[in-house]
């Protein structure tokens, strides 16, 4: 079993930043594809970012991209994501997530092997 845990959320101004991580248990993560999703309170858990195991393939939802990106450290077994420009609609519990099967499978939700527990991000004045 491949455990995921997120850090880095918190409050955070209107235009602020922040860095999600998203630590996995083992070296086995090199081989998964990683995503970030989030959800906000009455909403659906939607797609953020993507990263496959080899940093090849990069995929944004439309309203993140220029503002967010997504990187990996195989040999941290750490995922992150830079967030800048945040704005309140950004506001949700984030949470990485690994499958197998590559990018275009997690943001489908076509294949998810595992979750993290999420970590809150809000942007408020």
């Known amino acids: 079993q491949l455990q995921l845990v997120e850090s880095g959320g918190g409050l955070v101004q209107p235009g602020g930043s922040l860095r999600l991580s998203c630590a996995a248990s083992?070296?086995?993560?090199?081989?998964?594809?990683i995503g970030w999703f989030r959800q906000a309170p009455g909403k659906k858990r939607e797609f953020v970012a993507g990263i496959s195991f080899s940093s090849g393939k990069l995929d944004y939802r439309d309203s993140v991209k220029g503002r967010f990106t997504i990187s990996r450290d195989n040999a941290k077994n750490t995922v992150y994501l830079q967030m800048i420009n945040l704005t309140p609609e950004d506001t949700a519990t984030y949470y990485c997530a690994a499958g197998l099967n590559g990018v275009e499978a997690l943001k489908n939700g076509d294949r998810i092997d595992f979750w993290g527990q999420g970590t809150q991000v809000t942007v408020s004045s």
């Open positions: 083992d070296r086995s993560a090199s081989w998964y594809a």
